[in-house]
């Protein structure tokens, strides 16, 4: 692949070179978490090591290193997204903590009873729980868009879905399970030309696929560090700034607050309205490290790479007898999702787990659209950029050896 050495991208990663069950780690678990380079490990320990201290409130060196490490995070995030504006950038604990910010403020003010939320059939928990608490609290309601037969939205059945009483689409980006890469630009735009607020779940499309959040036009664009190569325990919520500001502040304290009387209470400008109390610094600063990472290598390049990867895998999956792909929309993303006739997906799993391959197998935290497909379960490889054609040979050669063996 022209401009792109994964070898060289491989020595990046140190646990790469774990073995497991006598074999080398093969991580196909990445669209549950991804691993991290050298660069962001040691980016932390630098942070530890050289930065450490509380943010903003010091006249004193360190606490001016910490503050400037942590905005430079910021600023990395908002053009890793293309966000017109730094101060749109909010760090939270990941996509879950996002969509709960966006769910209790954005929605406490303006969704009530008998309006209507949008989701797709195609959602992760996370982007379907915080908005049926929501509806519950307020008498609103839920709608779901259907999903074809490949895994893709059903815009039609979407455009059907709009109505005067719609307040909030809230859409995933690339699904979990299918690897479906939704247009959300599509969607979007239909749900803004009736003045209806939009928020994208990115946490799957984040690592894969370029993303400018003022290309796709949403109000609000959410993702995990943990899903491209940052730690765990940080993430981002972006929001457009007029719609950030009209917004109530999630938690009260610390970090949030311009000035405190027991009477009231005068808060910060953006983004410090959306941060209440000591955040993840060391970590926010490893989402830039790790960013800046993606940046070198180039977005676009990882994609053209990984969908190779993928057209291939589903190639070589789908030649295996008894052996269900589920998720065919052309030019998905980084997911595998199948069934094995004659095993349980934990089974698969487990065999896979002793040749050292790791994957996820179960529900995924995506429930209604396995069911959608029949399923209560599925085992799904995902990929990432480090990963290689030989990889999915291994995984192929183990499946089709199981398939073979059939009882
Ligand atoms: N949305 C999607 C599409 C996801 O894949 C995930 C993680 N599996 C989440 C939301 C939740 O992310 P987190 O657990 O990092 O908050």
Redesign the pocket.
Known sequence: HPGFDVNAVRRDFPILAERVNGKPLVWLDN??TTHKPRQVIERIAHFYAHENSNIHRAAHTLAGRATDAYEHAREVVRRFIHAPEVSEVIFV?????A?NLVAKAWGGQNVGEGDEIIVSHL??H??IVPWQQLAQAKGAKLRVIPVDEQGQIRLDEYQKLLNARTKLVAI?H???VLGTVVPVKDVVQLARQRGITTLV?G??SIAHTPVDVQDIGADFFVF?G??IFAP?GI?VLWGRREVLEAMPPWQGGGNMIADVTFEKTVFQPLPNTFEAGTGNIADAVGLGAALEYVERIGIATISRYEHALVDYGMQQLGSIPGLRLIGTVPGKASVLSFTLAGYTTDEVGQALNAEGIAVRTGH???QPILRRFGVETAVRPSLAFYNTFDEIDQLVTVVRRLAGQRR
């Open positions: 669209a549950a604990r990941g996509t879950t903590e969509i959602e992760h996370a982007n995933g690339v699904s979990n779940d946490a799957q995990s943990h899903k765990t993430g995924h935290c995506a």
